[in-house]
């Protein structure tokens, strides 16, 4: 009976309590006052919850490279980011990617942006379904939109079920733009340099904002590191 008792003990600790504690050494404990840090069980850390990626600073959140992962967006905002997440692609020196990102926090959108500078990014550009190089371009989730016209974009994001007036917390910011194809790990600063270096951006001349027929063919520039893609606005 004292052994079928003290079974019964171990088996409801846990059950009833509402906190865990992992320690540094891996040691489980539970208990229903929460340590430092502590989630509820059931409910992940931050440090679970978080994908750590370097940023040259240090590190950064899950939230930051996920817009839609950002648990302080409004609700209605947060289902529709995840439901139909938008990303921006825009290019180096491209006055109309400007007036588009603007636009789209104007409107109070969380977005991520993805960087076309090398021949890689614009590859795995067009493998999204792009037909062609230009910018800025809008992604709404299984949706594209090529070239900034407001009107289609905001009809793009009606559709999708975002608020049409911003319902962004005052102090969210847009995550920092990142390269759409993902860089080789450098082995060190030399080595860096020398992948930097083989990335020179696309020269391009730049058209209207809103002139949707200018066209901007790139040089080739073998020297620079392989045939760069031809970009227009």
Known sequence: MPALALALASIAGPALAQYKCVGPDGRVTYG??????????????????????????????????????????????????????????TTPDCPPCALARSHLLKRGIPFATREVRTQDDATAFQELGFADLSFPALSVGRERFSGFEPGGWDRLLDSAAYPKNSRLPPRWQAPRAEPLAPRPAAAGPVAQQEAEANEAPPQVSTGSAFDETAEVDTRRNRAAGGEQPTVRF
Request: proline fraction near 14%.
């Open 32 to 89: 229903d006052r929460p340590p430092p840090h502590a989630a509820p069980l059931g409910q992940p850390t931050r440090a679970a919850d978080a994908s750590r990626t370097g940023d040259g600073d240090g590190v950064r959140s899950r939230t930051q490279a996920d817009p839609s992962a950002d648990a302080a967006l409004p609700y209605e905002l947060r289902q529709a980011a995840q439901r139909h997440p938008v990303t921006l692609y």
